[in-house]
């Protein structure tokens, strides 16, 4: 299977793309006999005839596409292509529901807006710190020697589980790699209502009040942005906020006063090498819209300049810039400086310009850049072979001893930047904490409790003439103090033994409550270490099977992404990604404490 699928990808990339941009979408057959035919005509002991596709729901076929088993396969086709095979290929009979068991007895959803249990969106506070406190976390050090599972939840056909929870106290609201938005009971995992959105969920939904209600704000990764509202599922508006066709909404959104701030990324650099497209044309950007009714208050573009013509490249092939900036993490508010930041991505072509790979301030009224701090100049990435050491994760507002508040940021390059947001993101400190690569670094987030910042560290490899990972290389949760940077203590990566198609890196984002922190591995391992000294307290081996309570066929896999949620003594994660090699599930677990 391995061989085909290597080889359907090098058809699909030496192929290039179809169309670019500004042109019609091809037919649904077309697109078949360029992409698909070669493999599914020829049939294969683990690859499905045009027969069996042809017995799929669309919806099904187009969520395996956009970030099921054949994602990788499918990340040079643009989504009307994409669109066009799965409807042309595909039934119109919707997907199969889950059975009336997997509902809950009371399908009623209340959110409780007292209750301090909760775990709204990518961080518990808008200084993206990923700090639970005592009282909403519900658990102690000694409690979290003791947890053990309470129960998993499925997604049906999904390969990938990688949208973080959202919690206020029973109730749950977490997205998926179909689509699927899920209220569930946050106790027992039980369905009280499905809302289908129209692309992959990965992105950490926000909770607002709404008068009597409340909306949840997401967006999906084709550009789309949602209100949703949370006690009924009823859609409220969506909006396109990026007519890109490459756009993918990934970090999430926060909200203030009436106005949800939306960040915007790009897959456009996964595109790049097809001999057929004209590279490139996104632009990063930040866009802050009335919760209301989702109108446009302003946008922000990471690259302020438009992209144009920027001459042919060494190949002799046109090519537009600049372009990139990509905005993969949630903004991080302040509200005492009417500022909120955000971090940048690489450019994506020729020219390289200075506002790429940054730590950024914007006003909050307004949108106009205030200042930027570039970390690496000259980043352009894959076209130029630059270093991609793009910001995947928040900057956190932090305030050291001495009652400086600093702006903190993890960068793939492997280093932790802290910045003066007094002084335009002076440099205060900066301190290595991993080698850093386009894979490496600091990847989607630190955490910190305010003595102590926790960075965990990708790095991983691949063995040396193959596409598998390197079991020796990768990983290490670093403890540096707020004020200076200077190391408080090292956890050092667990040994991947023999596990077939392991990696001891650590890539997913950190989360932190009093006296723990918890840092998931791509190994397929979450585990908790003692905030004080780095020593392991417990963990927990997610690479197995599991029994779940919607009946859904469940398999961990690798951790990466989003981190842990803590709440009332609970702690959720969600297990599986396949993403760049890495081991594929499809499972949501709560542990609480015996």
């Known amino acids: 299977m391995k061989v085909r699928v290597q080889l359907f990808i090098a058809i699909l990339v030496t192929g290039g793309v179809l169309w670019g941009q500004g042109s019609t979408a091809l037919a649904g057959d077309e697109v078949y006999a360029k992409r698909c035919a070669s493999c599914h005509d020829q049939g294969g002991e683990r690859i499905p005839p045009r027969e069996s596709l042809r017995a799929m729901p669309a919806s099904r076929i187009l969520s395996i596409l956009d970030f099921g088993a054949m994602m990788t396969v499918a990340y040079p086709m ?44 990518w961080s518990p506070g808008g200084d993206n710190a990923r700090f639970q406190s005592a009282q909403a976390a519900g658990l102690t050090l000694d ?18 589980a990688f949208a973080q929870p959202t ?8 997205g998926s790699a179909r689509g699927s938005i899920y209220a569930l009971s946050a106790k027992s995992g039980c369905i009280r209502w499905i ?15 709404d008068g009597r209600h409340h909306v949840l704000l997401f967006g999906d990764q084709t550009g789309w942005f949602y209100a949703v509202e949370a006690e009924t599922g009823k859609q409220l508006w969506k909006k396109k906020i990026e007519e890109h066709d490459t756009a993918r909404l990934t970090g ?51 690259i302020p300049e438009a992209p144009k013509d920027s001459g042919v490249d060494a190949r002799g092939r046109k090519r537009m810039g600049p372009s990139g900036g990509s905005v993969w993490s949630a903004p991080t508010i302040d509200v005492k400086r009417k500022r909120i930041y955000v971090t940048t991505g690489d450019n994506f072509s020729v020219p390289a310009n200075e506002t790429s790979d940054s730590v950024m301030a914007l006003d909050l009224g307004t949108g106009k ?43 793939k ?5 802290a910045l003066d947001p007094d002084k335009n993101g002076e440099i205060v400190w900066q301190v290595r904490v991993g080698k850093g690569s386009a894979a490496g670094g600091v990847q989607w987030g630190m955490a910190s409790d305010g003595q102590n910042v926790y960075a965990a560290v990708s790095d991983y490899a691949r063995k040396a003439g193959t596409r598998g990972f390197d079991p020796t290389v990768g990983g290490g949760l670093t403890a540096l103090r707020i004020a200076d940077g200077s190391k408080a203590w090292f956890a050092a990566p667990s040994d991947c033994g023999t596990r077939p198609g392991c990696s001891p ?30 020593k392991k307290l417990w963990e927990f081996d997610t690479v197995r099977d599991f029994n779940t309570v919607n009946g859904v066929k469940a398999h961990g896999g690798a951790l990466d992404g989003p981190g842990a949620v803590v709440v009332n003594g609970m702690v959720y994660i969600n297990s599986g990604y396949s993403r760049f090699g890495g081991l594929p599930g499809n499972v949501l677990l709560a542990f609480e404490a015996e």
Not at 289 to 295: E, T
């Open 252 to 302: 999430s959104p926060v909200a203030l006063n009436g106005i949800v701030y939306a960040p915007v990324a790009s897959w456009e650099e996964t595109r790049s090498n097809s001999p057929d497209y004209l590279c490139c044309t996104f632009r990063g950007s930040l866009v802050a819209m009335r919760i209301r009714d989702g109108g446009l208050v302003w946008k922000t573009y990471t």
């Open 78 to 121: 643009s989504r009307a292509e994409r669109e066009a095979v799965a409807t042309w290929l595909g039934t119109s009979a919707p997907e199969t529901p889950p059975p009336p068991s997997a509902y809950c007895s009371d399908r009623k959803v209340t959110v409780n807006d007292k209750t301090t249990a909760v775990w709204n969106g």
């Open 167 to 174: 919690v206020f106290g029973d109730q749950m609201f977490v």
């Open 369 to 411: 850049m205030v200042w930027w701090k570039q970390m690496t100049q000259g980043d352009i990435f894959p076209v130029e072979r630059g270093p991609d050491f793009d910001f995947g994760s928040s900057a956190i507002l932090a305030r050291a001893a001495d009652g400086r508040e600093l702006l903190i940021a993890g960068q």
């Open 505 to 534: 890196a650590q890539s997913e984002a950190v989360t932190a409550i009093p006296g723990v922190v918890f840092s998931g591995a791509m190994d397929g391992f979450l585990r908790a270490f003692a905030a004080e000294d780095g």
């Open 195 to 209: 809302y289908q959105a129209g692309g992959p969920v990965r992105e950490a939904i926000r909770v607002v009040p």
């Open 413 to 417: 390059s492997g280093v932790v930047h």
């Open 143 to 160: 409690q979290t020697r003791r947890l053990k599972l309470k129960w998993a939840f499925g997604y049906d056909g999904d390969v990938n």
